[in-house]
């Protein structure tokens, strides 16, 4: 950016001005920037704080120092707030996929009925199970393991005789076919 252009910058930033008229002279103050201008017209005060205002920009820009000078209050304000605008929204952002997944689950969840999720769900624990009993069917145990598992087993048939009636087949071996029945 030329010098030139930097300095039209600077003048197109809005900073507001207080004006007061005091004993029939006009009086124009910037606390930004701290510049005062007085004149017996409003605009021989304006052209004073012109050019009290290009004056002290083009100091800043020669000394490459024009960061220096304050932006005007809501320039500034946007500046500073901008992190936390984005932050926010960012946020907001992430909030709203995660309402519209949540709604989305919520959807099917009542678009299926509930009938079928509970058969899912017990199917794949009846498969757990099963596959459980398998593997543990499948293993060699140590005479010691087999003789605390029977007494396990002694320890809990008074509770389970009611159901022994319904048990008792699963422990039978299955009848011996022929040759003719194969």
Request: charge should be positive; proline fraction near 6%; charged fraction near 25%.
């Amino acid at each position: 950016m030329t010098d030139d252009q930097a300095m039209q910058a600077l003048l197109a930033r809005d900073y507001p001005v207080e004006l007061r008229l005091q004993g029939g002279r006009y009086y124009l103050t910037q606390g930004d920037l701290g510049l005062a201008a007085s004149g017996e017209s409003l605009e021989a005060a304006w052209a004073s704080y012109d050019e009290a205002r290009t004056r002290l920009f083009r100091h800043h820009l020669d000394l490459g120092r024009a960061d220096y000078l304050r932006l005007p209050r809501d320039q500034a304000l946007k500046r500073q707030l901008m992190p936390f605008l984005l932050k926010t929204a960012a946020i907001t952002l992430a909030g709203v996929v995660l309402l519209v997944t949540a709604s989305v689950s919520f959807t099917y969840a009542l678009h299926e009925p509930l009938r079928k999720v509970a058969q899912r769900a017990t199917r794949v624990v009846t498969a757990s199970v099963v596959a459980e009993i398998k593997d543990t069917a499948a293993k060699d145990f140590p005479p010691e393991r087999q003789m605390e598992i029977r007494e396990a087993i002694r320890g809990a048939v008074p509770h389970i005789k009611p159901f022994a009636d319904e048990l008792k087949p699963l422990f039978q071996d299955p009848p011996a076919t022929s040759a003719k029945q194969r």
